[in-house]
């Protein structure tokens, strides 16, 4: 009797890992989140019960609620699969379910997935390091724990390339402390919206702008050198000028 924290990736199911795969495969229960591809479900044992705790913003299932309910699940059934967007440790609360498992006596273990926060700008062709361009990347969610946002007047450094997930919302915000914090008006900015599956949009433009961006969630933002660059759709004239 097994709890399985399961990364399913950003979107399309053949990102999923082959073990992600083949634990969905062996599921008694499956309990699901919001932002999980359509595809990824067609690898979920027919027989398995899928259980879908959508979390919205400010919305329905709580995550005690969802704690109890693995619990529960772990209580009864041989392999419960808790399958979670992307990586089930960036950002994802995994943590917290794994010690409410743990302080329950529940078996868990977790399995990776890809992170929309690396494979997001990716999917837009952005690498987020690039020799000469960006000595690291910031990976940082918009909010904090009690809906504060984030000060990213600290975060601004022109060496490092800055994803932010969480932040459409904040876009204005994080813009404008981006630029006081000491980043150029003229920094790269990229959206990332809904990366790897069939919606995916990206949006260009420069930080000064970004407030004023037609976007909407689930995206990543991307800022720094590097998201003026598309990898993805290069030319040779591209190429001689990076
Ligand atoms: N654990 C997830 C992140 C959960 S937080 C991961 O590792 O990817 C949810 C946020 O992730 C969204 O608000 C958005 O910023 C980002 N996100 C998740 N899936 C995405 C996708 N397919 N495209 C772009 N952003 C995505």
């Known amino acids: 009797m097994t709890v399985y924290l399961v990364g399913a990736g950003p979107g399309d199911a053949d990102l999923l890992t082959v073990r992600a795969a083949r634990l969905l495969g062996d ?12 595809s990824v479900v067609g690898f979920v044992n027919p027989e398995a019960e899928i259980v879908y705790v959508g979390k919205t913003p400010g919305g329905s299932s709580t995550q005690e609620a969802i704690n109890e309910l693995l619990v529960a699940y772990g209580q009864r059934h041989d392999t419960v699969v808790r399958l979670k967007g992307g990586d ?3 950002f994802g609360r995994g943590g917290e379910e794994l010690i409410a498992l743990h302080e329950a006596g529940v078996a868990c273990d977790v399995v990776p997935g890809l992170s929309s926060a690396l494979s997001g700008p990716l999917a837009a062709g952005i690498p987020v390091t690039h020799r000469g361009l960006s000595r690291g990347v910031t990976i940082v969610s918009a909010r904090g724990a009690h809906g504060d946002v984030t000060n990213f007047r600290m975060l601004a ?7 932010i997930l969480m932040g459409v919302e904040q876009r204005g915000v994080i813009s404008d402390q981006l630029i006081e914090g000491g980043l150029s008006e003229e920094t790269p900015v990229a959206v990332v ?14 930080l000064k702008d970004l407030g004023s961006f037609d976007v909407r969630p689930p995206a990543v933002i991307v800022v720094g050198a590097v998201a003026s660059l598309d990898l993805r759709s290069l030319s040779i004239l591209d190429v001689a000028m990076i």
């Open 27 to 38: 599921a008694d229960v499956v309990v699901r989140d919001r932002l999980i591809d359509e």
């Open 88 to 90: 089930p440790f960036v």
């Open 157 to 163: 450094n022109a060496e490092l390339s800055l994803v």
């Open 193 to 206: 919206e809904q990366a790897w599956t069939g919606q995916q949009r990206t949006t260009r433009g420069r």
